[in-house]
């Protein structure tokens, strides 16, 4: 017996609601342990088009320290069935069961892979623990048609291990209308951490969390300069969350987050005005305007091979960078200080490269 007892504090976990289910229900101790056993092998090793049949079962008994024939299989199964939410399915061409699955279909499992996998902000090794823990949700057959490591291995990620910690930090603060303070650093080429004002705390309010191109950014109010600012997660250390309430909640109030983070084409640089300029685009580049604006945006056509497109848009240097990136393939026609910019932008560039002007 007690043997038995270390087995089942060893493997129970979750499992333990299915042994208390069948307990209390007027089962006896080993035939509700039973049970979980059933339970968790076959939600460890079943799926549609994945089955196990009566051998299987006895085999994994047998393993577990309880021998037993197949007839005690189908009563098992049978039993098993009885509790509400649980779902076999016998596949007549296997002569194997198969258990359906409650909660994360398949697909949305794959995209919360994907997008742990994506995140610039996490470090490979934290993404991948993460990435262990969400297919442990999930059967083995499944569980391998999920990782995807070997996909994302040599992309570039944050050196910063403690971020998701850290985050989840920002979080509270937010929840709790409180201010969070933090030390903020940059990498130098040598890659050591330069901290900005000298290692002195940041005391800001923060409001919101975005991501941006793969990375994690705060938008938090700053009450010296009386604005918000943008400051990357994986930047900052040691956050504390702090007693004292936020400020700037009437200023936040008429921030659109959706129309500032399309019109930001830097998360770092915060121009004094925005603009709605018209651009001329050539039709095959629909698509980079529609992603970077969202599908409402509204695109008229010039002629057969333009269109033109109105946004908003703060004229900075990344933006102009931006367009720059399409070549000859987009045009801004209006207004005329941000065409007097960009034509700035490119002399002050060819310069450059003209050994005229400086870097």
Request: proline content about 3%; aromatic content about 12%; some cysteine.
């Amino acid at each position: 017996m007690r043997a038995r007892l270390k087995i089942e504090k060893q493997h129970f976990g979750c499992y333990r609601s299915i042994y208390n289910h069948f307990l209390n229900r007027g089962g006896y101790r080993m035939k509700a342990y039973r049970i979980a056993i059933l339970y968790r092998y076959l939600l460890e090793n079943t799926c549609k088009g994945h089955t196990v049949n009566a051998d299987n079962i006895v085999e994994h008994y047998e393993n577990e320290g309880d021998p037993y024939e197949i007839k005690a299989v189908y009563r098992d199964l049978h039993d098993l069935e009885k509790i509400e939410g649980i779902t076999l399915h016998y596949d007549g061409r296997t002569k194997g069961w198969w258990m359906e699955r409650e909660g994360l279909t398949t697909n949305e499992l794959r995209l919360i892979v994907d997008s742990i996998q994506a995140s610039k902000f996490i470090t490979q090794e934290r993404a991948r623990a993460i990435t262990g823990k969400v297919l442990k949700l999930t059967d083995r057959h499944t569980r391998a048609s999920l990782n995807r490591q070997s996909f994302v291995a040599g992309r570039i990620r944050s050196m910063n291990d403690s971020v998701v910690d850290e985050a989840d930090k920002l979080h509270e603060a937010i929840a709790s209308n409180s201010k969070v303070s933090f030390r903020y650093f940059h990498y130098t080429p040598s890659k050591e951490r330069q901290y900005s004002k000298s290692g002195e705390r940041y005391i800001v309010s923060p409001y919101a969390l975005q991501w941006n191109d793969g990375n994690y950014y705060l938008y938090a109010y700053v009450s010296e300069k009386k604005d918000f600012r943008t400051f990357r997660v994986d930047r900052m250390e040691k956050i504390a969350v702090l007693p004292e309430k936020r400020e700037g909640k009437e200023a936040f109030d008429k921030v659109d987050l959706n129309e500032y983070q399309s019109a930001v084409f830097n998360m770092f640089v915060k121009p004094e005005k925005e603009y709605t300029v018209k651009l001329r685009c050539v039709n095959k580049i629909a698509d980079a305007i529609i992603d970077r604006f969202g599908k409402d945006v509204m695109l008229i056509p010039a002629d057969k091979t333009h269109f033109t497109v109105s946004v908003r848009i703060q004229a900075t240097t990344p933006f102009f960078g931006w367009v720059c990136s399409f070549g000859k393939q987009m045009k801004i026609l209006y207004p005329p200080e941000v065409v007097q910019e960009m034509d700035k932008f490119l002399r002050e560039l060819a310069e450059m490269y003209q050994d005229k002007g400086k870097m």
